[in-house]
């Protein structure tokens, strides 16, 4: 009885150690490669016929630790108002309207802030050119202010909060 004690904790060493090996081989063997950045489509200025084009628009909570409310409407659709936890979005997609007039206005409401702004108008001073990479325009709430994504696919600070009182 002596002997088996010490013969089953090799055994027992030799089970743990060809599963940690299997382990660490197994981690090495499956690198998943990272994806390739595409470079974003440009919109064409001078584009006869902009209501084929499908636009998104994503508001992103980026506050840490605070809920965002986020009322966004056009003239035609009330989207609602949506509550966001951190790291949420909300997002919808569209054709611009024949007239080139699609616009949406957005209010975002946190505790200690609140700011209303066009999250898409597609007349304008370049908001397409020079924004919204690969017609999609990512909005993000942060403590300091609104940012949005530009051509490049980085967000750019945009505007600081009304702070509430």
């Given at each position: 009885m002596a002997m088996r004690r010490p013969m089953l904790l090799l055994v027992l060493v030799l089970i743990a150690f060809s599963h940690f090996s299997m382990l660490t081989t197994s981690k090495n063997n499956n690198k998943v490669p990272k994806?390739?950045?595409?470079?974003?489509?440009?919109l064409k200025p001078n584009n006869?016929?902009?209501?084929?084009?499908?636009f998104t628009v994503e508001i992103h909570n980026d506050l840490r630790m605070f809920i965002l409310d986020a009322h966004c409407s056009s003239k035609d659709d009330d989207l609602g108002l949506h509550i966001l936890f951190p790291?949420?979005?909300?997002?919808?997609?569209?054709?611009?309207?024949?007239?080139?007039?699609?616009e949406f206005h957005c209010r975002l409401e946190w505790q200690y802030g609140l700011l209303e702004f066009d999250a898409f108008h597609s007349?304008?001073?370049?908001?397409?050119?020079?924004?919204?990479?690969?017609?999609?325009?990512?909005?993000?709430?942060?403590?300091?202010?609104?940012?949005?994504?530009?051509?490049?696919?980085d967000l750019v600070f945009y505007e600081y909060w009304d702070m509430l009182g």
């Open positions: 994806p390739k950045k595409t470079k974003p489509k440009f006869p016929n902009p209501a084929f084009e499908r790291d949420e979005e909300q997002d919808w997609s569209f054709h611009d309207n024949w007239l080139g007039t699609t007349n304008t001073d370049n908001l397409l050119i020079d924004y919204c990479a690969n017609a999609t325009c990512i909005w993000s709430a942060r403590q300091d202010g609104v940012y949005l994504n530009n051509q490049d696919d």
